[in-house]
């Protein structure tokens, strides 16, 4: 089973930044990448951003130019910088990690409230 712990969460202006953290422990072998997630109430939880284990990164096109993913792996963590952020990146945020194709669904954790607002 695999634990995730999400952190740095917090209520923030309009063009604020934000340094999002998640420790992942447990049956951390083999991970192809790791992700964050979003959800508001009432919507699906939307992938925003991963980093594969080469390093490569991709993002959601809300948040291409403004958020940053990194990870330590020697540590089992992944980051997430967020800047200039908007009224409508409020959501609980959430970490997952992904062996070959197959996301650990399972094993969300507690995520982190983001609140954007003036």
């Known amino acids: 089973q695999v634990q995730l712990v999400e952190s740095g969460g917090g209520l923030v202006q309009p063009g604020g930044s934000l340094r999002l953290s998640c420790a992942a422990s447990?049956?951390?072998?083999?991970?192809?990448?790791m992700g964050w997630f979003r959800q508001v109430p009432g919507k699906q939880r939307e992938l925003v951003a991963v980093?594969?284990?080469?390093?490569?990164?991709n993002y959601a096109n809300s948040v291409k130019g403004r958020f940053t993913i990194s990870r330590d792996k020697g540590k089992n963590t992944v980051y997430l910088q967020m800047n200039n952020l908007k009224p409508e990146d409020t959501a609980v945020y959430f970490c997952?990690?992904?062996?070959?194709?197959?996301?650990?669904?399972?094993?969300w954790g507690q995520g982190t409230q983001v609140t954007v607002s003036s």
């Open positions: 980093i594969t284990s080469g390093g490569s990164t």
């Open positions: 447990g049956s951390i072998f083999s991970i192809a990448a």
């Open positions: 997952n990690l992904r062996r070959g194709s197959i996301w650990s669904f399972d094993s």
